[in-house]
């Protein structure tokens, strides 16, 4: 019994997230932890977070209730969009994500708006089928407010417990299809992406390794005829975002991330260039992802009262998943 439990703990350090069930291993592994559950150091985590080893290892959520559905609804698609409103005073969507034009883009994403089934909005789209005994994975994500198909979750944003609430944002990797690549989440009451939008970020996410040379057209611009150029191989690249502590003096006005720049340029001597300018264009766009005193403007939590996630050091409007990172 003693061996079992050390090497259930080796086992726990090593993988304190899980492996893939595809490893052979996984079922040996699988039901030697749980022997030795009681004995082991070890936070359970929702199972539909996918962030630890399941079975008795993970606990229940209210997002097991629609895990199937999701999956089922995403089975197609290589994108997913979505957002999360647990409001039960919800009545409508209040951003929509405009289709696309271009032929074929549409057909690349699933649109998912996550609601309280004691919504108005899920009343109303699913008066019927609340008010009788069939099973909900029958009649979920069958419905759609505009562009948003609409899965009704057994839970209100003033009941669920804070993990609960922003399990979908950080970590929907178990709630959509093995198939889906990419996943985007929208806070759809400040901000929403049109389809072309979405896929131009996604695009930026594009940079995995290229092992060997990549070849694209171009038209050149002196002569304006198409020419065929060699891209060479690159490694693994992440885009981040870096953010620093500043110090202001106190009557210093932090709201304006012009005068920041203004302020650097004047002390350095640095010429106000077109590329200066995006560069400070750049920072007006991105100074409400920081949200600690010293990093943002006095004001800042007057405009953005309606954050219902615990993270308070960040403000994520849009947050971009790759679900098959390297």
């Known amino acids: 019994e003693g061996t079992q439990s050390m090497l259930a703990w080796q086992i726990l350090k090593a993988h ?14 699988q039901s030697l932890l749980e022997d030795s559950r009681d004995s082991l150091p070890y936070q359970s985590l929702p199972c539909a977070s996918g962030c630890g080893w399941g079975g008795s290892m993970c606990s229940t959520s209210v997002w097991d209730a629609v895990v199937d ?3 089922e609804i995403t089975k197609s698609c290589p994108y997913v969009l979505y957002t999360v409103d647990l409001r039960p005073e919800l009545v409508r969507m209040e951003k929509q994500s405009a289709p696309s034009q271009r032929r074929g883009w549409e057909d690349l994403f699933c649109k998912i708006a996550f609601v309280s089934s004691s919504s108005e909005l899920a009343k109303t789209i699913y008066t019927n089928d609340l008010n009788e005994t069939t ?8 419905g759609k407010d505009g ?3 609409i899965v009704a979750l057994p839970g209100t944003q003033y009941t669920m417990p804070e993990f609960e609430r922003s399990l979908a944002k950080l970590s929907p990797t178990n709630l959509f299809n093995d198939g889906v690549e990419k996943a985007i989440y929208v806070n759809h009451r400040r901000v929403t ?7 131009g970020g996604i695009t930026h996410m594009e940079m995995n390794a290229r092992t060997t040379p990549g070849r694209k057209t171009i038209v050149d611009k002196k002569t304006k005829e198409k020419v065929v150029i060699y891209i060479p191989p690159r490694q693994h690249r992440r885009s981040v975002f870096f953010t620093n502590k500043l110090s202001f003096p106190d009557d210093y006005d932090t709201s304006s991330a012009r005068a920041f720049g203004n302020f650097v340029m004047a002390n350095a001597g640095i010429a106000e260039t077109n590329d200066i300018l995006a560069q400070i264009h750049f920072y007006e766009q991105t100074i409400h992802l920081t949200r600690t005193n010293t990093q943002r403007s006095d004001n800042y939590q007057e405009f953005f009262q309606d954050n219902f996630f615990p993270f308070d050091f960040l403000s994520t409007m849009w947050l971009a998943h790759d679900l098959k990172s390297e």
Not at 135 to 142: F, S
Not at 193 to 199: C, E, K, R, V, Y
Request: aromatic share 14%; charged share 10%.
């Open 135 to 142: 099973p909900m994975n029958v009649w979920n994500g069958k």
């Open 69 to 71: 559905t999701t999956k």
């Open 16 to 29: 304190p997230f899980g492996i893939p069930v595809t490893v052979p291993s996984y079922s040996s592994f």
């Open 193 to 199: 992406l049109a389809t072309d939008q979405a896929l």
């Open 147 to 149: 562009h948003w198909i």
